[in-house]
């Protein structure tokens, strides 16, 4: 690896760092729940919808999790064995 592959790879490790706390640090998904307790908010197939994309969203947020234990583990094991 050169100087400048170290770099780009720091460089968007930090992205990476920023994009998940841009994430974790969110106003909007309790701004969300003050939404869904106004009057008529909204229909049944509406609620499937959103309730849906939130699932989703709990879903690939452990994938995430996941993904970054095997990222630290597999880097942690190169040029150790």
Same mark, same amino acid.
């Given at each position: 690896m050169n100087a400048d592959q170290l770099q780009y *790879?720091?460089?968007t490790v930090g992205n #990476?760092? *920023?994009a998940l706390d841009g994430l974790a640090d969110s /106003? /909007? *998904?309790r701004q969300l729940l003050t939404f869904v307790h106004r009057p008529g908010w909204?229909?049944?197939?509406e609620?499937? *919808?959103v309730l849906g994309l939130v699932d @989703?969203? @709990?879903?690939? @947020?452990a994938q995430i999790q996941? #993904?970054?234990g095997l990222l630290m583990k597999g880097a942690d094991l190169?040029?150790?064995h």
């Open positions: *790879l720091e460089k #990476l760092e *920023l /106003d /909007d *998904l909204t229909t049944p197939a609620f499937a *919808l @989703v969203m @709990v879903s690939a @947020v996941h #993904l970054k190169v040029g150790r």
